[in-house]
């Protein structure tokens, strides 16, 4: 198996992970700012730390980080924190399943933006392995009984999902702008710098937007550390695959996060699934095994 699509398969699961433990903070008095914010206070520490250890440990050499580093860095930080903080709003106007596969119209997205901003273009077999795991991620938006496709879940969804491709595209180029460094390390800081820049940014506009609650993510540690500490393995896992392949490969073969989301949605949250869910989980499943057995 090649090093991307594990670090894929690693990031989509711990990334389901989170959100379902993202989700569960709403107990807390958390507001969706609130749970955002935990998502990185506690992983910025976490993967500076990583990022000098192994820097000391490898023992190269980095050149001085061009301009479009921290461009990248800041514009797809910010992108990311949007696009979560939409992403909880979503959960709790739809079941977990479903509102997690209204983001993934990102997949199609993200391949529009990677051409347009990176110039890298997807193949013809990959492009038809996308569309095929998009129909499932539709078939996966209808509630039973009506048609899903009107008001705030869409608009929040197809939102969340742009935002989602920028950061995934952002992140690809400033992993790209710290060659030729090895791949683990640049992704470890190109992680470590977004982090950070996010937690300072979602500081300041908890203190002046939302008072207090920083203070309740701080007292409330014991379920928000596990939050910052799956958010952190699961960026990783996509800073490391977005270091070494397209970031509309990495974030079309990241479809396989619904099949976990799947998963967690019957066996945690014990949401029945329906004929539409299970013919969305079969073309989402065809999706990926088109898309590992096409990719170069």
């Not at 090649?2 to 711990?14: D, K, P, R, Y």
């Not at 509102?99 to 997807?122: D, N, P, R, Y």
């Not at 060659?179 to 500081?203: G, H, K, Y």
């Not at 609650?213 to 960026?235: A, D, F, K, N």
Request: glycine share 10%; charged share 10%; hydrophobic share 60%.
């Amino acid at each position: 198996m090649e090093l991307w699509i594990a670090f894929t398969i690693f990031a989509a699961l711990t990334q389901t992970l989170r959100f379902a433990l993202q989700k569960a903070l709403g107990s807390t008095g958390l507001s969706p700012g609130g749970a955002t914010f935990a998502r990185f206070l506690f992983a910025a520490p976490l993967a500076t730390a990583a990022a000098c250890a192994l820097y000391v440990q490898q023992g190269v050499s980095l050149p001085l980080p061009a301009p479009s580093f921290f461009g990248y860095v800041v514009v797809g930080g910010i992108a990311q924190i949007i696009a979560t903080e939409l992403t909880v709003r979503l959960m709790g106007m739809r079941s977990f399943a479903t509102g997690i596969a209204f983001t993934k119209t990102e997949v199609l997205q993200a391949a529009v933006a990677s051409a347009l901003i990176l110039g890298e273009m997807v193949s013809l077999s990959a492009g038809l392995a996308i569309a095929v795991g998009f129909a499932g991620l539709v078939s996966l938006s209808f509630p039973a009984g009506r048609l899903a496709f009107e008001g705030k879940p869409v608009v929040f969804g197809l939102a969340a999902g742009a935002l989602f491709a920028v950061a995934a595209i952002c992140y690809r180029g400033a992993t790209l702008a710290l060659e030729p460094a090895p791949f683990l390390l640049r992704a470890l800081l190109a992680l470590a710098t977004a982090t950070v820049i996010q937690s300072v940014i979602m500081a300041l506009w908890l203190v002046v937007r939302e008072p207090g609650q920083i203070r309740r993510v701080l007292h409330g540690w014991r379920r928000t550390v596990p939050v910052g500490v799956t958010g952190l393995l699961g960026s990783l896992g996509w800073f490391a695959a977005f270091s070494l392949q397209n970031a509309a490969y990495v974030r079309a073969l990241g479809q396989v996060e619904v099949i976990f989301t799947l998963l967690f949605s019957t066996l945690y949250f014990r949401e029945k699934l329906g004929a539409r869910e299970v013919a969305g989980l079969l073309l989402v499943s065809l999706s990926v095994i088109f898309l590992v057995l096409g990719t170069d």
